[in-house]
């Protein structure tokens, strides 16, 4: 079983930047697929970004691209998703999965095994 919390979610204006951190439990961390994904009220959840296991590589979702970057430390364990020039349509919550039965750069949500609880983040205009 793997424990995934999000952290650093809050309200920010509209242009403004987040940085959003997922810790895991897993010590085999490094083997995961880690993604970021949203979900808005009334929305079905989206993929947002995901990175390969040694972090050598990435994809997001192309509205995204350009504003929002995803790192990962696997000597702590943590992915990141730094959120820059944030609109008021980014409003969601933001949750961090781990997929560690597929080695590819998966966007589909029902490919991830463990998801954190969430964290959200409102964009004022």
């Known amino acids: 079983q793997v424990q995934l919390v999000e952290s650093g979610g809050g309200l920010v204006q509209a242009g403004g930047s987040l940085r959003l951190s997922c810790a895991a439990s897993a010590r085999t961390f490094s083997t995961y697929v880690m993604g970021w994904f949203r979900q808005a009220p009334g929305k079905e959840r989206e993929f947002v970004a995901a990175i390969r296991r040694n972090g050598g590589s990435t994809a997001y979702a192309d509205n995204l691209k350009g504003r929002f970057t995803i790192s990962r430390d696997n000597a702590k364990n943590m992915v990141f998703l730094q959120m820059n020039s944030l609109k008021p349509e980014d409003t969601a919550v933001y949750y961090c999965?781990?997929?560690?039965?597929?080695?590819?750069?998966?966007?589909?949500?029902?490919?991830?095994?463990?998801w954190g609880q969430g964290t959200q983040v409102t964009v004022s205009s």
């Open positions: 999965a781990a997929d560690f039965r597929f080695s590819g750069l998966t966007t589909t949500p029902s490919l991830y095994d463990y």
